[in-house]
């Protein structure tokens, strides 16, 4: 497979599935998974395809499912380490972030049957 994409990456909200998914030529090529609890939106995991690995694509994906989040008006919660890494970059989105919790753990690992 090519290094380079043909069309532009395409970020979905699967909502049925907890996740927001980046589309490269209309394969998935990654995604970001969250849990909903009351108005934050609890984000715990992100992964790129080894296929489209250094493209910048887990960048788009975050961004622009944090702007879906303050779009709906909920908060973010970044458990994820990418999320909380990119978080620390892009400040605009601080004004919503909320701390990652020890009950905030709590409740993941419950949700997640962890």
Not at 34 to 56: L, S
Request: hydrophobic residues 35%.
């Amino acid at each position: 497979m090519s290094d380079r994409t043909t069309t532009d990456p395409v970020v979905r909200h699967v909502d049925a599935r907890h996740r927001y998914e980046i589309l490269v030529d209309d394969n998935r090529a990654g995604l970001t998974a969250y849990r909903d609890r009351d108005d934050r939106r609890v984000f715990f995991h992100t992964e790129i395809d080894d296929t489209y690995a250094g493209q910048g694509l887990a960048a788009i994906l975050v961004e622009q499912a944090l702007t879906d989040v303050r779009t709906s008006g909920m908060r973010i919660v970044p458990v994820c380490p990418y999320v909380a890494k990119f978080l620390k970059k892009h400040q605009e989105f601080a004004d919503i972030t909320d701390p990652v919790t020890p009950e905030i753990l709590t409740w993941l690992d419950g949700q997640l049957g962890r």
